[in-house]
């Protein structure tokens, strides 16, 4: 075997370890999902569907819930501490019921310094009812102790 074949071999063994989930450690899961698998890059989550979520009297999942658990397989597939999103492009193509398991498999794209694209998909059985992309960036600090809100802070009361 080449030294070039060892190196894709011990990459490949190192993208299919199971790691621990470094971020957004205190999410409500019933909320926001279960995390079924996570790897480097890569989350599955799945969300079950309660009466909680229910938007009307015929059953539908409010789309606030369906985005909440798209957005934490993001950040669980990014798995940095201090991810944040910065924004997002998304598509509903299928109402979800009360009752309904949807599956969102989260896949890190592209990492270029501290931003990252995810893409992700939900899916009920075989029917996609989410896709959607989502960029994130990877702070230093947590996002409520950066420095940048504390010059908000003293630019509002500055100007009040």
């Known amino acids: 075997m080449s030294k070039k074949e060892q190196r894709e071999e011990l990459q490949e063994e190192e993208d299919n370890k199971i790691i621990l989930l470094n971020t957004h450690e ?3 899961s019933s909320l926001s999902g ?3 698998e996570l790897k480097r ?3 599955k989550v799945i969300l079950s569907t309660t009466e ?3 938007a009307d ?3 539908l999942v409010h789309g606030g819930f ?3 658990a798209a957005d934490f397989a993001a950040m669980a597939a990014v798995n940095e501490r201090n991810v944040v999103l910065a924004s997002s492009s998304c598509q509903f193509l299928a109402p979800v019921r009360v009752g309904d398991a949807v599956t969102f498999v ?3 794209r592209q990492k270029e310094g501290r931003k990252r694209s995810v893409h992700v998909t939900g899916s009920v059985l075989d029917i996609k009812v989410f896709e959607g992309e989502f960029k994130t960036v990877v702070t230093d600090n947590h996002v409520l102790n950066l420095t940048l809100l504390d010059n908000v802070d003293k630019a509002v009361e500055q100007s009040t």
């Open 106 to 108: 989260a896949n890190e």
């Open 57 to 59: 009297e015929v059953g």
């Open 26 to 28: 205190k999410i409500d």
């Open 66 to 68: 369906i985005f909440s």
């Open 34 to 36: 279960d995390i079924d």
């Open 52 to 54: 909680d979520m229910r």
């Open 41 to 43: 890059g890569y989350s």
